[in-house]
């Protein structure tokens, strides 16, 4: 099992930008592929990006492309979201998800076996 945990949230101005961390602990974390899922109010909980479990891959959903990256440390069992040019519609809770049969990307939750508690971002306008 791996357990992870979101920091970075926070509130933020349109245009600004926040980086959000993904802390793994438990079973080696280079043996995970990674994704963030994000939810915001009355909606679903949609895919946001993901990263293959040397880094080497990365997908993203269109309304991100060009504003997030998403980045892994192996050495320090952690993942990252660099969030740029934030948009009141980013405005969610953020949810990192760890797959342990995924060894490239994926944007369906349901190939995720770990989930974080989630952080929220609230971006205002």
């Known amino acids: 099992q791996v357990q992870l945990v979101e920091s970075g949230g926070g509130l933020v101005q349109a245009g600004g930008s926040l980086r959000l961390s993904c802390a793994a602990s438990?079973?080696?974390?280079?043996?995970?592929?990674m994704g963030w899922f994000r939810q915001g109010p009355g909606k679903e909980r949609d895919f946001v990006a993901s990263i293959s479990r040397s880094g080497t891959n990365t997908d993203y959903t269109d309304s991100v492309k060009g504003r997030f990256t998403i980045s892994r440390d192996n050495a320090k069992n952690t993942m990252y979201l660099q969030m740029n040019s934030l948009k009141p519609e980013d405005t969610a809770v953020y949810y990192c998800?760890?797959?342990?049969?995924?060894?490239?990307?994926?944007?369906?939750?349901?190939?995720?076996?770990?989930w974080g508690q989630g952080t929220q971002v609230t971006v205002s306008s």
């Open positions: 438990g079973r080696t974390f280079s043996s995970y592929a």
């Open positions: 998800a760890a797959g342990g049969t995924l060894y490239t990307t994926s944007f369906r939750p349901r190939q995720y076996d770990f």
